[in-house]
């Protein structure tokens, strides 16, 4: 089984992805920020680095679930390949950091990619206001996310919401806001009740 963590940068994904591999037992799958080559020089020059970053990430996640499609454990991702081309991909070429010719290129690898493994088994999705992904990305102290406007974390929450709108998987919504699900018993229990009732039929 395959469960995605999906949400704008801040949301506090990577978390909830460790501690419900821990509560559950599930095998983590992180997304590979820290050992990023482009992602520093993506935040200083995001025109000139969108598509090689967007590669990157398309190629790393790519690999990500050829390795979850052979595992016969739950997997539980911090963040899907489709947010990298339906929120931060397609926002970049709406910004015009992507021209044709690369978002083409990109979509037709992405396509070809998508022919050949499955999506997620259940999407969370971890849906945050901008404040409070502002003050998360200021708590964690990321000197290259310290570049990072307003305007393009409301551009990313409006995508996030337009997405998911519209998906046609299995998904759960988390309403993150007035969570605090690392710190508070409370909080963890109702995120993990409501995907007991997705998967298991509970409550």
Not at 130 to 151: A, D, M, N
Request: glycine share 4%; aromatic share 12%; with cysteine.
């Amino acid at each position: 089984m395959h469960i995605g963590i999906a949400g704008n940068i801040g949301c506090g994904k990577t978390t909830l992805t460790r501690m419900l591999a821990e509560h559950y037992g599930w095998t983590p799958k992180y997304e590979s920020v820290t050992y990023n080559p482009y992602l520093e020089d993506y935040y200083k020059d995001i025109e000139r680095w969108s598509y090689n970053l967007e590669t990157y990430f398309l190629a790393q996640r790519f690999q990500d679930l050829l390795d979850i499609a052979k595992s016969k454990d739950v997997i539980i991702q911090d963040r899907t390949i489709l947010e990298g081309v339906h929120i931060f991909v397609a926002n970049n070429k709406a910004m015009g950091n992507l021209s044709d010719r690369d978002f083409d290129t990109y979509m037709q690898l992405f396509n070809l990619m998508m022919s050949m493994v499955s999506e997620p088994d259940l999407l969370i999705y971890l849906k945050s206001s901008v404040p409070t992904l502002v003050s998360q990305i200021q708590k964690r102290g990321r000197e290259y996310e310290k570049s990072i406007s307003i305007e393009y974390l409301s551009n990313l929450n409006e995508r996030y919401d337009r997405w998911i709108d519209e998906y046609k998987g299995k998904v759960l919504i988390i309403e993150a806001d007035d969570l605090d699900f690392e710190h508070n018993p409370e909080d963890f229990a109702l995120i993990t009740d409501k995907i007991d009732a997705q998967l298991f039929g509970l409550f």
